[in-house]
């Protein structure tokens, strides 16, 4: 589905945000549900971490 046209957070509302989609290899007993693939968060546009990224897909 389409999402927003522009996002919004009602507690920060001058922050943009992105969606973290889950996935990450980060994974441990205290924090792994966090990581699983149908986890979603949020962060700030130009902020990162060394833990999410991206998969490729190739099809046939």
Do not use: M, W
């Amino acid at each position: 589905p389409q999402g927003p046209d522009s996002p919004f957070d009602p507690a920060e509302p001058n922050e943009k945000k992105r969606v973290h989609r889950g996935g990450s290899f980060l994974c441990n007993e205290q924090y792994c549900s966090r990581y699983i693939v149908g986890t979603r968060g949020k962060g700030e546009v130009n902020t990162g971490t060394n833990h999410l990224g991206f998969r490729c897909v190739k099809s046939p």
